[in-house]
């Protein structure tokens, strides 16, 4: 939604999350750890805004419904390619 995107480091978002790119991970279990970034993103609205940005970019780029859509395709015309490719070369 455009707003700065705080996950914590454990589980699928901090595989996905770049620090200070995209987004925040913080400590899971500290409060202390949250609260640090919670000051860094108020105490720079102006960076904190484009890094929000660029988070909803790539929301949009690769987890939206047609981003979806386009990687599934891309696996079924892999596999059968694949299937053509081993028909051939038994045929």
Known sequence: MGTPTVVSRTGGLAEIVEPGRD??????????????????IF????HSAEVAARGRQKVIDSYSWPA???????VYEQALQQQVQEVREIG
């Open 23 to 40: 987004g925040w991970l913080v400590e899971p279990g500290d409060p202390e750890s949250l609260c640090d970034t919670l000051l860094q």
């Open 43 to 46: 105490a720079a609205p102006k």
């Open 68 to 74: 979806i859509a386009r990687g599934t395709l891309l």
